[in-house]
């Protein structure tokens, strides 16, 4: 007879609590391109997924990792200029991710296949990749950059309607993260099912 053990349903619940928190970047930028000051374009990328996809949250680019000191406008359109979703990153703010801040917006769905834009403002320095500026990363293998793209200079924060011609290449500027689109439970919630497990675990090995 199967037994479950203590230690293996307290593991169960803790794997249950971090697939709610989960949330995979579209680009993991590892080392930086060369830098500039991003305050003359929004900046970023168009793309598409490969499933149907929720975004849980929108980022931009933290030159060092260590604060923005600007507020950053971040957005999402359609291929005719509809802003479909946007926020903002208040300077000081927002969840460090690996070399971007973010902040959770409450859900935006994706379809797949259809080709969206997203661009980010800000005063802060800028980087790439894939745009010949050197830099490395990955991207999640569900999102398919299409092009890079960035708005007409000194723009400020508008639709990213130019580009250099970069297959792959993404403006940095603005990134997203997708992830669950159930609730968080919450803690107490998440006690009560590793509890639960214990003791599911307990009465089958008395069984035994």
Known sequence: MTTINTGKALALALGLCTSFYAQAAA?????????????????????????????????????????????????????????????????????????????NISGFSLVAGTHYIIGSYTTDLASSLNTGQGGAGSIDPGVDVIVDRFSAFNSIFSFPTENNGHADGAWLGANFRTGATGSVPEPASLALIALGLIGIGLGRQRKS
């Open 27 to 103: 680009i993991d930028l590892t080392t930086p391109g060369a830098e500039y000051n991003g305050g003359a374009y929004t900046l970023g990328f168009e793309f598409t997924v490969a499933s149907n996809r929720t975004i849980t949250s929108l980022g931009v680019y933290d030159s060092g990792a260590n604060g923005l000191s600007s507020n950053a406008q971040i957005g999402i359109w359609d291929t005719s200029g509809n802003l479909l979703t946007s926020t903002t990153i208040l300077a000081g703010t927002g969840q460090l991710d690996g070399l971007f801040r973010y902040v």
